[in-house]
């Protein structure tokens, strides 16, 4: 290739339209659809957990669907990840859980997110810059009923929430607290914590000032512990219709929303006797069909899944083989097998009359599907099917 054909081959490359074969799809009506069952379930306003790239599946493009949706309120980790919604045109009601720095409590305001306070230090940081921009905070208390995390213990919240009503320069729009054993149907941990919650929210009514709104209920508490929906509940991994635990139970009926798609790159043959991948850890016994795919742990897809993971090609479960790479790995077609270049493989999702599911992938990893989930990076491109604008690969 010439110099100019290069020049003109990268000019009109579009780096925005991601034709990568390996793909996360969405499914925006499955993502509806989980956030209406939650929600009439619940019987309380659910605020979306979008956390962590909306656990893979894309920050921005979910807000704005949930929002679309009539969603009132949305939860993050960082400021950051509120900072990127605002600037997307998001404008719901965001708090932010996770504990604020210091230098950072101008940002929450600047940008119109809730802020997390869960000590009186922390509110005389937060009441210190909005008196300094001139600019009311709203608030949320964050009591510790359990999970040893962020939070003033519960039976020392008096003083907070005493110090948080009088504030001139806050609005105490809720009080929460985290579960930590929701998950588990049968754990006594959460009638507990959610006692110790109940008695610290009593101050508010021992010192005449309003309820502000009680929320305790993660995914686990929405499917099994109705008592602890309280004023709203703040679902993350059922909204996007995967069940925290192996032990929960199918409480609400989910659709998962991800499928995480590949393509067939390459066939071979290997000979009996010879070995796949790095480390040399697994040998043909007889000659096998072989069948590479482009993704590896670069994108998130766990290299624990080395011969143990398998996928679906042609309507047929396949085993992975060998140690997964880092952009690729292989899987075994089995005796007559067959496949070609460009056929599907999914990783997580449907196919044919078969599935497999993102709890299925984290057991194989010996891991959770929460870290399955977020652990799918940026290299792998984001495509929204359903919802209002249906098709379309987005970044
Ligand atoms: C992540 C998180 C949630 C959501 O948890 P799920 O188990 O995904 O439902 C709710 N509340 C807080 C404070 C969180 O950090």
Known sequence: MHGSDAFDAAASFRPEANDRPTRIRVDLDALSHNFHALQAHAGVPVMGIVKANAYGHGLVPVARHLQAQGIGQLGVALVEEGIALRRAGVTVPILVMGGIHAPQVGQFLACDLEVTVSSIAKLRQVEQAAASL??????????DTGMERIGVHSENAGP?????????????????????????PASPMTHEQRH?????????????APMPLRHLANSGGVLHFPDTCLDMVRPGIALYGVMPDPASRATVALKPALSLVSQVVYFKVVKAGRTVSYGATWTAPADTRVVTVPIGYGDGYPRSLSSRGEVLVRGQRRPIIGRVCMDQFMVDLGPGGTAYNEDEVVLIGAQGDDAISCEAVAHAAGTIPYEILTGLNARIPREYIGGASSGGPAA
């Open 196 to 208: 110790r919650f109940l008695d610290a929210c009593r101050h508010f009514d021992r010192i005449g």
């Open 160 to 184: 907070l929430i005493e110090a948080a009503v009088a504030s001139r320069w806050c609005t105490v729009k809720g009080i929460y607290s985290h579960l930590a054993c929701s998950d588990d």
């Open 134 to 143: 001139g600019r009311q905070a709203v608030i949320h208390l964050k009591v």
